[in-house]
């Protein structure tokens, strides 16, 4: 069975931060996503896993829809979304953001389980 499945460095430009200045403009985020299916593929069919693709293309989507003042915010609701409409036990989504002096990012991780 597979254990997990990981979107690793998936880049994207969002709108996000508290100050209305640092929204104005789109900046660089990283999000690492793992999640972990109800099933493993018996056939080698992707129909019978979770498409990884799909899986980036909505968080694409989400990061795109709307400005986000907090990284946190934008984790759950990532991670919400994720476990809302695909077949999975539990998902974690890490959100890096570029943004203090001296530091290579800042982070938040939001882990969810399915009821």
């Known amino acids: 069975m597979i254990e997990r499945i990981d979107i690793e460095q998936l880049k994207v430009q969002a709108h996000v931060g508290v100050p209305a200045d640092e929204r104005s403009q789109p900046q660089r985020l990283t999000l690492n996503v793992t999640f972990w299916p109800r099933s493993s593929p018996q056939h080698d ?26 990284i946190e915010t934008l984790a759950e609701e990532v991670a919400g979304a994720i476990l809302a409409r695909f077949a999975i036990r539990k998902v974690a989504v890490e959100v890096r953001k570029f943004v203090l002096a001296d530091t290579e990012y800042v982070s938040v991780t939001a882990i969810r389980d399915a009821a």
Do not use: C, G
């Open 45 to 70: 069919d992707l129909a019978e896993t979770v498409n990884y693709s799909a899986v980036a293309d909505l968080v694409r989507e989400m990061v795109r829809a709307r400005h986000y003042k907090l």
